[in-house]
């Protein structure tokens, strides 16, 4: 149960994560039904602190705490969202804003990994990348593919089994491909990406995931990263996606683009 596990880890929180706990444990019904800006002013500390909270006491971000919060105080079923067009539509966008925020600030904790170091130099000294995945992430992919095509990389996007494929057997030198799969690891895209990801791997050819952790695809990669936002399907949860995996890709094309400027600027002489 959350608020006991909130009491039990009371002691360790930093002093502005205590006050959201003590706000919490004080007025649950309050923090199971308040936004995070809410949350933040009732308890005096600033948004990225709720979220740090969360994170604290084991909740994937403030949603899962609210939703945690409501089973512990017997309310099993999530409450009605407001009708759109009525007087609760600015907390809906309240919502879906807070969702997108939330894994745009887990991205930020993402850029603190080493694997996305790895990534981009994958990526800096690929020639060809694909971008591989399914239904939701299919404008991402190629608003990802056009950006690097712009800056001199062969970019293509698939989000159909066969093209994807297609690609993997034509493996140009250096080939990269980027699969993404916000499902878990024994869902459908996860079986859906495996045949590519096979031949392009038998062909020499490196590969890089961006999904949930444990996913069964991770033997057929050279490297993973985790994606923020993969679970639910609350209000906003879609856009939320998306908007992490842009930026994501934007993180990556900028950090290969630098790479290259370091790597074609020749070095300063000692003493010079």
């Known amino acids: 149960?959350?608020?006991?596990?909130?009491?039990?880890?009371?002691?360790?929180?930093?002093?502005?994560?205590?006050?959201?706990?003590?706000?919490?444990?004080?007025?649950?019904?309050?923090?199971?039904?308040?936004?995070?800006?809410?949350?933040?002013?009732?308890?005096?500390?600033?948004?990225?602190?709720?979220?740090?909270?969360?994170?604290?006491?084991?909740?994937?971000?403030?949603?899962?705490?609210?939703?945690?919060?409501?089973?512990?105080?017997?309310?099993?079923?999530p409450p009605r969202l407001p009708e759109p067009g009525g007087d609760g539509l600015p907390l809906l966008a309240a919502q879906v804003i807070e969702h997108a925020f939330s894994a745009l600030y887990d991205l930020r904790r993402l850029c603190a990994e080493p694997a996305l170091a790895e990534v981009v130099m994958r990526v800096t000294r690929a020639r060809a990348l694909w971008f591989w995945g399914f239904g939701e992430t299919a404008r991402g992919l190629e608003a990802a593919a056009e950006a690097f095509t712009r800056d001199g990389w062969i970019a293509q996007a698939a989000a159909d089994p066969s093209r994807q494929a297609a690609q993997a057997r034509s493996l140009p030198q250096g080939a990269l491909a980027l699969a993404v799969s916000f499902s878990g690891p024994a869902a459908g895209e996860t079986t859906a990406l495996e045949p590519a990801l096979r031949i392009h791997r038998a062909g020499g050819g490196q590969a890089v995931l961006f999904g949930p952790p444990g996913s069964a695809l991770a033997a057929l990669v050279d490297a993973s990263l985790p994606l923020p936002g993969t679970d639910g399907d609350w209000p906003g949860a879609g856009g939320a996606r998306l908007a992490a995996l842009a930026v994501l890709f934007d993180v990556l094309r900028q950090g290969a683009l630098l790479e290259r400027e370091r790597a074609a600027s020749p070095p300063e002489r000692a003493g010079a």
Not at 35 to 60: D, H, L, N, Q, Y
Request: charged share 20%.
């Open 1 to 77: 149960m959350i608020i006991a596990r909130i009491q039990s880890l009371l002691p360790a929180l930093r002093p502005s994560e205590r006050r959201v706990a003590e706000l919490v444990l004080a007025q649950p019904t309050l923090a199971a039904g308040a936004s995070i800006k809410m949350i933040a002013a009732a308890a005096g500390a600033s948004e990225p602190t709720v979220i740090r909270f969360c994170r604290a006491v084991g909740c994937a971000g403030v949603q899962d705490l609210k939703r945690q919060i409501a089973r512990d105080l017997g309310r099993h079923t």
